[in-house]
């Protein structure tokens, strides 16, 4: 398929999470990716109860994480990174009311056991599986996993040049540099890998050393952060005198 002159070269149609603001409820659909957002809207409106004139589109990875807007109504789905398991969250501007919809607690639930449900030849698990798609293809998760493996040991290695107390510049893509002292190496419970924790010399941070309820290190608010440790390199950075600044 061509958007623009531009080729996109995928596999035709993509399994997405639906969720909206009229309701608790996520369901799975299948749609072609060659759908301009546009009738990919008109669809939808079958499926969530929005007038496809009132959407917003937002994307979301498996992982739940923001990626885009869907604003552009002439654009193919396919020229978006839309991928087998992402959320697409509709938002309705029509004012409507979902309310009456989200107390399920007195709905009869219809329930499927484990073993029933991966003996269906219909289901998108099974689809999937078929066409070994997402965690069902073994070789994309054989590399998956040798690329995050590899990446993990990296930062294993980077660990050993840092040592709590040190003086030290942090460099993250997309952020300013950042000078203050290493608090914590080593591992933690939020995120897995390695984590360098810093405080840093201005309050450039997100908390006090604390995260999800564990602390790991003692400062003032906003002044401490945790990064990767490749982003970290130990020296001789002496905390610039602010005062003398005008």
Known sequence: ??????????????????????????????????LTI?????RLELVVGVPATCMDLELYSGLDKFLVKLSDDDALLGSYPVDDDCRIHVIDRSGGQ???????????????????????GE??????KKNKFGRFNEEEKAKKDEESKAAEEKEEAACANISVGSR????????????GMVMYVGTTDF???????????????????????????????????????????????????????M
């Open 191 to 245: 995120k897995p890998g390695y984590w360098v924790g810093v405080k840093y010399d201005e309050p450039l941070g997100k908390h006090d050393g604390t995260v999800s309820g564990k602390r790991y290190f003692e400062c003032e608010m906003k002044y401490g952060g945790f990064v990767r440790p490749t982003s970290v390199t130990c020296g001789d950075f002496p905390e610039e005198d602010y005062l003398d600044e």
């Open 98 to 120: 979902g309310a009456e919809f989200g107390n399920v607690a007195e709905v009869e639930k219809y329930e499927i056991s484990e073993d029933a449900y991966a003996k269906r």
């Open 1 to 34: 398929m061509e958007n623009n002159g531009i080729q996109i070269i995928s596999n035709p149609a993509v399994d997405v999470r639906l969720t909206s603001t009229l309701t608790q409820f996520e369901s799975r659909k299948r749609f072609n990716r060659g």
């Open 168 to 179: 030290c510049q942090v460099r993250v893509v997309g952020q300013p540099t950042k000078l």
């Open 38 to 42: 546009a009738d990919f809207k008109s």
């Open 123 to 128: 289901s998108v698990r099974s689809f999937m």
